[in-house]
């Protein structure tokens, strides 16, 4: 069933009757449904615009005390959108030009009733259409207040969720800073760093709240100490996590700490087991060095790690550790693979460098990379100093040539001197087990060469 069309409301300003109902009966003649008054003074069309609310006003230009200009007038003040056409037998082109520049909607001849009704509805739809972008206007004003609060919703919940987010990064930033060594092994076991025969310094900047390198420094006997480092690909919480496995593996695997190679052969067998799980790619690289003050003796294997230097105090030298010798790949990729250990002898006063690879890797504003040569040159020159005074060198040295660039990449550096070699220390192991994060020591026997 079709709704019927709505009653069109036309108000008529005519002072004659004959002329109101000429026009009256053309436009029902169109079949136009309409709801029809007619007004021929000031009085009775402005109580009828706010009485009858007309949706169309046809106005004759003269009437005795009236017109159409003032009717106009009156219109655009009351009802500003109400079509207004003038229809009169007497006015010239000048004054219905005039009369459409001021607001009326048409113009139409008294002898030319024809365009009436095309006039009308072209009124009516400039209506329809002018009222139909208002409210779409009108709607597009509300869905974007709806949007907006919707966005400012969403945003206070993202800047909660990114809050708890930033308390966790920042527990696991704590955390993992926990896991790196607080203060350092003294050998004899128990006497102050100042006097120990062997010292240590660091140096650890993350490009995060969390890292993917890692280090650890740990006593492996009465004269040996054992240092581990790894670097996990890529950065943030995934190297992080893999980072914790890494600690976790050191700790359980404190059994073979007394041999690198078998201790990195087990490691990758266990981080094999895990990263298979997964669908993305994990690796670390991994690099352990024990050095043992009783035999004068460096043990050490390398997982794709890149070459410890040795800083040979008598020459001055600076040597790669493990040049020319056979690297294992990184831990993670490859199954049944064996890390070989290799040895070298150490002097009093010998230091070792340890690090990742964004040591060397830090990059300038002009993309120009810090490079191993220019690390060497800067412990060569740094080399008389302090072990301490070195290491923050080097650090300064990295960051200055930054300038303020961000780093790319976690940056691990560990140094150790070999104040003084220990002979009259007897070599017992004492392999190392963890027990809630505290180092307890089980004692065992290793070979000596």
């Not at 919480?237 to 050191?250: C, D, G, K, N, P």
């Not at 030298?317 to 490859?334: F, N, R």
């Not at 890797?361 to 008389?384: C, H, K, P, T, W």
Request: glycine fraction near 6%.
């Amino acid at each position: 069933m079709k709704t019927p069309p709505k009653k069109l409301r036309i108000l008529s300003l005519e002072d004659s009757p004959f002329d109101a109902e000429l026009i009256l009966n053309t436009l029902q003649e169109c079949e136009i449904v309409m709801a029809w008054t007619r007004v021929d003074n000031r009085v009775d069309y402005e109580n009828t615009i706010h009485n009858f609310q007309p949706d169309l006003i046809l106005a004759d230009y003269k009437l005795p005390s009236f017109n159409g200009a003032q009717a106009l007038e009156i219109t655009k003040n009351l009802c500003p959108d109400v079509p207004f056409i003038v229809i009169s037998g007497c006015v010239g082109e000048e004054t219905a030009v005039e009369l459409l520049k001021n607001g009326a909607t048409d113009f139409i001849l008294k002898d030319r009733l024809g365009r009436l009704v095309p006039a009308v509805h072209r009124a009516i739809m400039e209506v329809e259409s002018r009222n139909a972008c208002r409210q779409a206007e009108r709607d597009l004003h509300e869905l974007n207040g709806q949007l907006e609060h919707r966005v400012v919703e969403r945003s206070n919940e993202l800047r909660a969720k990114n809050a708890i987010m930033e308390e966790d990064l920042e527990m696991a930033r704590e955390l993992q800073m926990a896991f790196l060594p607080s203060h350092f092994p003294t050998i004899p076991q128990g006497v102050p760093e100042a006097e120990s025969a062997l010292k240590f310094s660091s140096f650890f900047h993350p490009t995060s709240l969390v890292s993917g390198d890692f280090y650890n420094i740990v006593r492996i006997s009465d004269s040996s100490v054992g240092i581990f480092i790894c670097d996990v690909m890529g950065h943030g919480v995934r190297a992080a996590l893999v980072t914790a496995i890494m600690r976790a593996l050191e700790a359980q695997l404190g059994d073979v700490a007394g041999d690198p190679g078998t201790l990195l052969t087990q490691m990758n067998h266990q981080l094999r087991g895990i990263f298979r799980q997964l669908e993305t790619t994990v690796f670390a690289t991994a690099c352990y060095v024990i050095v043992d003050v009783a035999t004068g003796r460096l043990t050490y294997a390398n997982a794709g790690h890149p070459d410890p230097l040795l800083v040979r105090k008598a020459t001055g030298k600076i040597e790669m550790i493990g040049i020319g010798q056979k690297h294992g790949p990184a831990l993670g990729l490859i199954k049944n693979i064996s890390y070989d250990s290799y040895d070298l002898k150490l002097n009093e006063g010998d230091r070792v460098l340890l690090f990742t690879d964004g040591l060397f890797e830090v990059e300038n504003a002009q993309e120009e990379s810090f490079g191993r040569s220019r690390l060497r040159n800067v412990i060569r020159q740094s080399a008389s100093l302090p072990l301490t005074k070195l290491i923050q060198n080097v650090s300064s040295e990295i960051e200055n040539f930054a300038k303020d660039k961000a780093f790319t990449d976690d940056v691990c550096l560990v140094g150790m001197e070999i104040s003084r070699l220990e002979p009259n220390i007897t070599p017992i192991t004492h392999h190392r087990l963890l027990i809630s994060g505290e180092p307890l020591y089980r004692r065992g026997r290793v070979t000596c060469e």
